[in-house]
């Protein structure tokens, strides 16, 4: 029988984690943590603040924040703590592509299209199984790490989409404990949040130019994917207004096209309803 205190994993690779649970006591620590105002806004990624209470409330040794692009072989971004030595980057990253796609829980996402689940290493190896694998020798080992819990979440708005973009935040740990039940279950729990924390600081990166609110009913209709003709009977205007609409949104956003245009004013957009920042109402898609 299996044990309900560990994963269960179907015959097509997903993860079946056990219904997660938390205190009081973590709950409020986890709502100081989504919802604190972050000063400290970085490039790209998320706050350190955030990451440093993260590890703070998950006991870890280094935590890991990437942008992932597995199909190309790189990362486009990474934030660490405590901070990497940039003199063995290079190294590790050839030491990490190289195993990568014979690593099951790195992986994981690519291969099984799982972005939901929050993974251990003990989720696929035995200790001994994960001794004799090429990325324990030549990446882990070397950096003293053991144990591994991973979340993963989608890339979100960029200006280069493409197969295999993800996010990917990573806790270590050295000899010792492995991550418990309760600390996947706190990093669940998180997990949405941390999606829109990342969503957030896109926004503050990258603030939307001033719209109208006709250029908000327009993309509320191009997200819910109305063509030119349907967006004018709707909206009680000659095609050719239409156009001339959308070409002014496109110049506004910087982009060059319908989807470009919905994603860069949406990026959340898989939300029911939708904010329209210059009109402060809610548009509804679909």
């Not at 179907?10 to 938390?22: F, L, N, S």
């Not at 692009?69 to 990497?84: G, I, N, V, Y």
Request: charged share 25%; proline share 7%.
């Amino acid at each position: 029988m299996a044990d309900p205190r560990r994963p269960e994993y179907r015959g097509d690779g997903i993860v079946m984690t056990a219904p997660v649970t938390a205190s009081e006591r973590d709950m409020r620590a986890l709502a100081g943590i989504v919802n604190d105002f972050r000063a400290d806004l970085p490039a790209q990624g998320l706050p350190m603040s955030l990451l440093s209470d993260l590890a703070s409330q998950i006991r870890c040794d280094a935590v890991l924040f990437e942008g992932f692009a597995s199909e190309r072989q790189q990362t486009w971004f990474a934030e660490a703590l405590p901070a990497d030595d940039d003199t063995t980057d290079e190294a590790l990253a050839r030491a990490h592509w190289q195993h990568y796609w014979d690593c099951q829980p790195c992986s994981h996402p690519d291969r099984s299209g799982d972005l939901r689940s929050v993974i251990k290493i003990a989720d696929f190896y035995s200790a001994r199984q994960w001794h004799s694998t090429g990325m324990y020798s030549d990446l882990y080992r070397p950096q003293g790490i053991e144990h591994e819990l991973m979340l993963t979440l989608p890339a979100g708005p960029g200006k280069t989409p493409g197969p295999g973009r993800t996010l990917r935040l990573f806790l270590f740990r050295g000899p010792g404990a492995d991550f418990s039940e309760a600390d996947r279950a706190l990093l669940t729990l998180l997990r949405p949040h941390l999606h829109h924390a990342h969503l957030d600081a896109e926004r503050r990166r990258h603030p939307l130019p001033e719209l109208t609110a006709r250029h908000w009913q327009l993309l509320a209709l191009l997200a819910a994917g109305h063509t030119n003709a349907q967006i004018a009977r709707r909206l009680g205007i000659s095609e050719g207004t239409v156009r001339v609409h959308l070409e002014n949104i496109y110049s506004r956003l910087q982009v060059s096209g319908r989807t470009a245009a919905v994603t860069r004013a949406f990026p959340d957009r898989d939300s029911y309803l939708v904010h329209g920042p210059s009109t402060g109402t809610y548009l509804r898609l679909g």
